[in-house]
Each structure stands twice: as C-alpha cells, then as structure tokens.
C-alpha cells in the first residue's frame, strides 16, 4: 500500500512538472523550427518564463460571467485534467512501476478519453457566449468523430496481443513492435490522437481567427490555466499511449535493450513523441472545419475497418 502511494505521488509529481516544463520547451522548440525567437527575457535563457506564466496565471482576476452558469462554468476545466490524470492510473512506465493493473487497461484509457469531451462542451455551453458555444459544440463532434477509429485502430494491437491488458500489450512486443505489422493503425491512431487533443492543425474547437479563442474564451486566471495544463497532459498521455501500443513500451530495440533500464527506455521514447506533436503543429496547416470532419468518416474510419479485416485475415491465415 505504501509503494503504491509512493508510486502515486511520484507519478503525480512528474507529470504536472512535464506540463509545465512543456510550455517552455515547446516555445523553445517552435522557435528553433520556425526561425524566430523564443522566450528569452526571463532568466538565463529564458528558464524563468514558465514561473512568470505561473505567477501570471494565479494573480490574474478569477472573473465569471454573470450571463454564465456559475457551477458548471467552475467545474468544467477541472474534468479535463481529472479524466487525463486518471488515465494515467493503468500505465506501466516499467516492470513494477505501475499504480494499478487492470486486465481492461486500454478500455479504461479509451473510456477516460471520452470522458473529457463533457469538458469541452459544458465550459462552452456553460459561458453563456456563442463564441464559446460553437467553440464547444465543434470540440463534441470533433472529439467524438476521431473517437470512433480511435478505438477501431486500437482493435489490430489487441489481436496481435490477444489482451486488453498493457502490461501484456509490451510483453507481446518483445520479438516485434508491433509500429511494424499494425503501421496501418499506427498512423491512425496518431490522427486521431492529435484530433483528440485538438491541437494544431486540429485546433478548430478553439481557432482564435473565426471563435475568438472557443471554448474558453470567457475564461481567465487559473481556470484557463487548467484547459492549458490538460492540454499538455493529454499530449503527455497519447505520447505514452504510442510507446505502449506501437513502439515496445518500456523495452529497448532488441540487441541494444539491455543497455539501459527500462524506464529510460520508456522516457526516452516519450520525448521523442512528444516532440513530434510539437513538430505537427509547427509545419501543417489548419484544415477547414468540414474538411476535418469529412477525412474522419470517409477518410480514417474506412481504412481503420480495412486495417481491423486485413488483421484478422491474417491471423487466421498464419493460424490456419
């Protein structure tokens, strides 16, 4: 029980100090790919900007609407970083390193990253603006859209595993990271994911050009500061979700893996995929909201269901 609290509080720890960090490393990194500046006023090299953000954020004037439904408009950005957080509960970072094992692990990630559409949607119901609403309304059907071949994509790991279970999930990829024989579902799911976290060039539930800035237009102070952070915990956790699924978890290649312990491994993939999201939003373009929707049903669901077929077909196949 007390290795399980450890395991909590360290697990908690990290990652609200990779969401943090996040800000200023994605701002470092933009600047490099996109050759401008970043920040570099406060502190050595700019460190300090993410203490300053801090401060920002929490003396800012917590205001409220008073057109506004009170209690759900306070609720709503704490349900995103709840559902992220609580997705993290099923996560093996390494051999016994993990808060809880549960046989149904990526059905609890898929659930938990349903749930944090209601996030979206009653901030922008619950603001009382139309900006909001809109903003609010296209992060639902955006949200709920990609969620479809999300799981469908996931289906092809499940087979090859033959367990709904993480830990299995890694221990099935020792010959193969299965990036390999499911790539199809790979590419997927990484859409999806980025849809999921509407980040650029998903970012329509918020596109600052035609809804002001969505959903959370009529929020300030620390409850923006929410949305911001579980923004930056749901990068961090369909990042980690990709290591598991696709690229071996906490294992290394296979005549190298040996070299450094597990977690490292498993850090080290989670950096690189991080950084990829930010590498996304510094090169696409912002598709237009139909055309979003359109390449979720006609586009990415048809091939996740020709993905889950060619699967199937082949297991049987080497079955007999």
């Not at 944090?116 to 639902?140: D, E, F, N, Q, T």
């Not at 906490?250 to 950084?275: E, N």
Request: with cysteine; glycine share 10%.
């Amino acid at each position: 029980m007390i290795i399980r609290l450890v395991i909590i509080f360290v697990v908690l720890i990290a990652l609200l100090g990779i969401a943090a960090g996040l800000t200023f490393v994605e701002r470092r990194m933009l600047a490099l790919w996109q050759d401008r500046y970043g920040p570099n006023r406060a502190g050595p090299f700019g460190l300090l900007q993410v203490s300053a953000d801090a401060i920002k954020m929490l003396f800012k004037e917590d205001w409220i609407p008073p057109f506004a439904d009170k209690p759900v408009f306070v609720v709503a950005p704490g349900l995103i970083v709840f559902t992220v957080l609580t997705a993290f509960a099923v996560v093996p970072f390494a051999p016994g390193i993990q808060i809880i094992n549960l046989n149904i692990g990526l059905l609890f990630f898929l659930a938990m990253a349903a749930l944090g559409v209601y996030s979206i949607a009653l901030a922008g119901w619950a603001s009382g603006s139309k900006y909001s609403l809109l903003g609010g309304l296209r992060g639902a059907a955006q949200m709920i859209s990609y969620e479809a071949f999300m799981g469908l994509s996931l289906m092809g790991v499940v087979m090859l595993a033959g367990s709904f279970n993480l830990s299995d999930i890694v221990e099935a990829q020792k010959n193969i990271w299965f990036c390999v024989p499911q790539f199809a579902g790979l590419v997927i799911f990484v859409t999806a994911g980025v849809a999921e976290v509407h980040r650029m060039p998903f970012d329509l539930p918020e596109a600052e050009n035609e809804l002001v800035a969505g959903y959370h237009t009529e929020y300030s102070a620390m409850k923006f500061g929410m949305f911001f952070i579980g923004e930056y915990l749901a990068i961090t956790l369909i990042s980690t979700f990709i290591v598991i699924l696709f690229f071996g978890g906490w294992r290394g290649p296979a005549l190298i893996g040996h070299f450094l312990p597990p977690i490292i491994w498993f850090v080290a993939k989670l950096c690189v995929f991080i950084s990829g999201f930010i590498l996304i939003r510094a090169s696409l373009p912002r598709p237009r909201y139909d055309q979003l929707m359109h390449y979720a049903w006609k586009v990415m669901l048809p091939l996740s269901l020709v993905n889950l077929l060619v699967t199937g077909a082949v297991i049987l196949a080497v079955k007999g």
